[in-house]
């Protein structure tokens, strides 16, 4: 039986910065940004955007079969609640039936693979059922430190089923967790913390290691991969990566891998760091903009989160999985967001839902998307979907 992801669609908000102009608002060369960080562009969510907003306009995109749905699992962790799983207010927002099981996911930016392996688990214990895995995240470090040019915004949906249309999942995951504190995210505060310098060590580390485990367990080499995708906190983190591997190829296929990853991380660039859907976001850049992928090709995605979990695992491209692609809308999308001045980007990022008990209104100059959040009243978040 063959088991997979079936539709993918992603979101982000309607705003963006350009990383050049925030490197000369904060005295900092631009290269830096473009080249040293990878970073082009950054999207920016005003208050009105959540992981629900986004979460659901990403799934607004894909068909789903309401008599098929079972599960729907978030990965996130930009929760907007520390008790109720955020899928609820998105199963409303899109009208999905009752009849299902609704969760959220937390382990930094690796809940999104979490939901994944859940989605797959659970197709293969209930068959004639789909799941739909939601990743959704607003990354946030703080306005002029130096986590600010890796933030970024936006979610990722995709359906898990039998006989997937776009992708076959295979079942040679290797996962590897331990505790360590490289990057968190304390209950009171919307901004994280991280120590930059040794999370990067570590994404390479924990790569490394399941890497290595993978193909000794798999018996699988570099050779057997059309591409390797990474998690994009930014995109030079991932380049890391693959050069660490890169050695371990022919020099044919070192410029094979290297351009599959320029193809894989163009959307990153302009959107900046997802957490939970960051790996998601460079599988879809890869599928919307390679020419050159056939069915067949086996792809290897390592998945990251902060604590730290590290994933490897592979899938691989399904006869006429091109039909199952949206690229121009995808990019349509990109391109008609607007560009915010450093100081609109500064004020937006600075009106936010308070910590607290106060009651909050979302300031609708920046309403913009298919769902938004109105405000908070009584400690209740208050959820509109507009109509198309
Ligand atoms: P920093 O100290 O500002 O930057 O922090 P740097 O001094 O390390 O420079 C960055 C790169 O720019 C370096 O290149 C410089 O040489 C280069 P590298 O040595 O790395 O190849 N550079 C230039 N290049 C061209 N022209 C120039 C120039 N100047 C310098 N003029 C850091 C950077 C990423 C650490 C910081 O932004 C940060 O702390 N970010 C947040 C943490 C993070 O993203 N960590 C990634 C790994 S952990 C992870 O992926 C999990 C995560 O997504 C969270 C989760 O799981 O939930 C974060």
Known sequence: ???????IAFDTPAFYVDLRELAAARDIAPDKFTIGIGQDQQAVAPSS??????????????????????????????????????????????????????????????????ALMMARDYVAAHPDRQALVIAADIARYGLAT??????GAGAVAM????????????????????????????????QALARGKYSTEQYLRFFDLVWRRYQA???RTIADFKALLFHLPYTKM???????????????????????FETSARYSRRVGNLYTGSLYLSLLSLLDGAANLQAGDRL????????????????????GFEAQLTAAANLARLDARRRLSVAEYEAVFADKVPYGPAAYQANPAWFAGRFLLIGVQNQERQYQALTE
């Open 1 to 7: 039986m063959t088991i997979g992801i079936d539709q």
């Open 49 to 114: 955007q959540d992981i629900v907003t986004l979460g659901a306009a990403a799934a607004s995109r894909l068909q789903l079969d309401p008599k098929r749905l079972g599960l729907i699992a978030l990965g996130t962790e930009s929760g907007v609640d520390a008790s109720k799983a955020a899928t609820l207010y998105l199963q409303r927002l899109l009208g999905l039936g009752p009849w299902v099981r609704a969760v959220e996911l937390k382990e930094a930016c690796y809940g999104g693979t979490a």
């Open 146 to 151: 130096s986590g600010e040019v890796t933030q």
């Open 159 to 190: 359906v898990v089923s039998i006989a997937p249309r776009l992708l076959a999942l295979a079942d040679d995951s290797v996962h590897y967790a331990e505790d360590i504190q490289d990057f968190w995210r304390p209950v009171y505060t919307d």
């Open 217 to 219: 367990i798999s018996g």
């Open 238 to 260: 991932g380049l890391k990566a693959l050069r660490q591997v890169l050695p371990e190829a022919t020099a044919a296929q070192q410029a094979e891998l290297t351009a599959a």
């Open 300 to 319: 290897g995605l390592f998945s990251y989160g902060s604590g730290a979990v590290g994933e490897f695992f592979s899938a691989t491209l399904v006869p």
